[in-house]
């Protein structure tokens, strides 16, 4: 009987330790999908400031363009001014200012539409270098970050190996049959032992809460072999039947 009881706690002991394990592995397995998330941040901030630079781009191209349409306008405007003097007749001359009238209205036009211009890449001027700016200390800090995440991750693993290493050293007090089981038990479970807890109805498993019987309980208190759940199949013990034993 003591002996059963003392090999149970050494068992709960070992899911302890495999519990410490399973939280070391899934932190260490949660660090590179972190990693990803930061350098996703990164590239989206990289593409907000490409995306403002293409902007300024198309509104130096428009800029361009309007200075090219005014350019041509203006020479219009000119050479039909030139040619007032030469016409014949009143009807010709006043076709030509009908039509330098109308240029000029273009012009007016265009010269708003380039300051328009001017002033939206003068705006987007300033907010590309505050957008740099931001983006420059964003990136140092998700650099920083990374840095912090891999750091992180390494002194995990190092956790993790000396934990499995302590699990192994540790198995190896228990006898091979019950480790066996044990391990058995384990494969297809994320625990394997389980405290019997009360409850108004009675007794209860604390793992699926599988309702216990009076039968069940009588058998674990004997400690002659390991009762195991009929609902999830860990192996059951009562908690203060262990602590009894250790006083």
């Known amino acids: 009987m003591a ?7 050494k ?4 899911q302890k330790y495999d519990e410490e394990i399973q939280f070391l592995e899934e932190e260490i397995d949660f660090i590179p999908v972190e990693i990803q998330k930061q350098q996703e941040v ?11 630079k293409e902007e300024i781009k198309n509104l130096q191209i428009q800029l361009k363009n309007k200075e090219l349409d005014l350019q041509t306008i203006e020479q219009q405007i000119k050479k039909h001014t030139q040619e007032l003097n030469t016409v014949k007749t009143n009807e010709q001359y006043r076709a030509l200012l009908t039509e330098i009238e109308k240029l000029n209205q273009q012009k007016d036009k265009i010269e708003t539409e380039i300051l328009e211009l001017m002033d939206k890449q003068d705006v987007l001027k300033k907010q590309i270098a505050e957008t740099e700016k931001n983006f420059s200390i964003e990136q140092a800090k998700i650099k920083q970050n990374i840095e912090q995440l891999n750091q992180r991750k390494q002194e995990l693993e190092k956790q993790l190996e000396q934990k ?11 006898e091979e049959k019950y480790v066996s089981i044990y391990e058995r038990v384990h494969s297809n479970r994320d625990s394997v032992m389980s405290a019997v807890v009360t409850s108004p109805d009675g007794y209860n498993c604390s793992v699926c809460n599988m309702r216990l019987t009076d039968q069940e309980i009588n058998d674990i208190r004997k400690y002659e072999e390991f009762v195991f759940c009929s609902s999830c199949s860990r192996i059951l013990y009562i908690e203060e039947d262990l602590q009894q034993e250790t006083e």
Do not use: P, Y
């Open 42 to 52: 990164q590239t989206q901030k990289q593409q907000e400031v490409e995306k403002e």
């Open 3 to 9: 002996e059963l009881k003392q090999i149970i706690k």
């Open 164 to 174: 499995r290493k302590q699990r192994e050293e540790f198995a190896q007090q228990i």
């Open 11 to 14: 068992l709960v002991t070992l």
